[in-house]
């Protein structure tokens, strides 16, 4: 009789041995969920990615906004139409026919994303554009390439909204250095052609430093077509 009684509890601390590590091991689990999900990849177009995307790329000041009424997304998101009204003062790419250019571009509606927040700076910007066909235009009509970071904020550049990132994973931080690395790569990019290609900044660089949310950042930078 001991020895069955002997055997039965040697049993069920087996049993509770094993609840109380699958208890651990659930609960080790269940801290690093948090950090699982603090932790996301960034992935960020470099400043010559976007100039090699874009058709045209203008510096200048917002005139003036006009706004549509926000309207439901399919996804569920308020949006609104901004048409954008722009006073160029150089083009770096292509053609403007006018004195005054306009774009239009689908904004959230948040006083951050508006085309509002540009012209209340008073800011220079560079514009990286494309030309798009919008539901209910006749013809096609220039908007920003990706959309917000493609206005960069000469002017706050040592406090960006979204940090400039350049392909060598530095970070321009001001005006100047903003539209020399610019310039510089726009005069080796004449009369060439280029596709994207995804790469990883090293942990030590500018521009991870600047851009690091929990995990690793990607840049996507632009390589020459051979063919």
Do not use: C
Request: hydrophobic share 40%; aromatic share 8%; no cysteine.
């Amino acid at each position: 009789m001991k020895d069955g009684n002997s055997k039965a509890q040697t049993i069920d601390r087996a049993k509770r041995t094993r609840f109380s590590g699958s208890l651990i091991l659930a609960g080790l689990l269940a801290a690093l969920i948090p950090l699982y999900a603090q932790a996301e990849i960034h992935i960020r177009d470099s400043l010559q990615w976007q100039a090699a995307d874009s058709d045209l790329i203008v510096q200048g000041k917002v005139l003036n906004v006009r706004k549509s009424e926000p309207f439901k997304e399919e996804g569920g998101g308020i949006s609104v139409w901004e048409d954008v009204f722009i006073q160029p003062s150089a083009v770096l790419k292509g053609r403007v026919p006018k004195r005054r250019l306009h774009i239009r571009w689908k904004s959230p509606n948040a006083p951050d994303f508006s085309a509002e927040r540009w012209k209340a700076s008073e800011h220079e910007h560079i514009f990286f554009l494309r030309k798009a066909q919008f539901p209910g235009r006749l013809k096609k009509e220039w908007t920003l390439r990706t959309g917000v970071s493609d206005a960069v904020d000469l002017d706050a550049a040592k406090a960006p909204f979204w940090p400039v990132v350049s392909q060598d994973f530095t970070v321009p931080d001001t005006r100047r250095k903003i539209l020399n690395a610019l310039k510089r790569w726009l005069r080796h990019a004449r009369r060439r052609r280029y596709e994207v290609k995804q790469v990883e900044a090293p942990d030590d660089s500018a521009a991870s430093q600047a851009l690091f949310s929990g995990s690793a950042v990607y840049l996507r930078i632009p390589v020459e077509r051979h063919k």
